[in-house]
């Protein structure tokens, strides 16, 4: 079992940046993916980034453009999202998942294939 706690949301304006993390409890393989999604109302979940709990892969949605970067710290379970030159269109409650065996082709951009999940924190970017 494996608990997840972000922070870090807030209300910014457009063109600042925001630094998300993750606070991560109980087992991890290193074979896990921790991924971040947003959900902003009305809409669908949708793939930000992922990393692989070991490293060595990242992904991350077209949108982000480069402006966001995932970073893990192993030795204090935290995974964090840089968001920089935010967009009004970035608003959203973010979350951050993980997502364990089996992989397949493209399963780190769904959110079904995400086991355990956080509360998520609202991010809201003002024009």
């Known amino acids: 079992q494996v608990q997840l706690e972000e922070s870090g949301g807030g209300l910014v304006q457009a063109g600042d940046s925001l630094r998300l993390s993750c606070a991560i409890s109980g087992h991890m393989l290193s074979s896990y993916f921790v991924g971040w999604f947003r959900q902003a109302p009305g809409k669908e979940r949708e793939f930000v980034a992922t990393?692989?709990?070991?490293?060595?892969?990242?992904y991350f949605a077209d949108f982000t453009e480069a402006r966001f970067q995932i970073s893990r710290d192993n030795a204090k379970n935290t995974v964090s999202l840089q968001m920089n030159s935010l967009k009004p269109e970035d608003t959203a409650v973010y979350h951050c998942?993980?997502?364990?065996?089996?992989?397949?082709?493209?399963?780190?951009?769904?959110?079904?294939?995400?086991?355990?999940w956080g509360q998520g924190t609202q991010v809201t970017v003002s024009s």
């Open positions: 990393s692989r709990w070991s490293g060595g892969l990242t």
């Open positions: 998942a993980v997502h364990g065996p089996p992989y397949r082709s493209n399963s780190y951009r769904d959110p079904r294939e995400y086991e355990f």
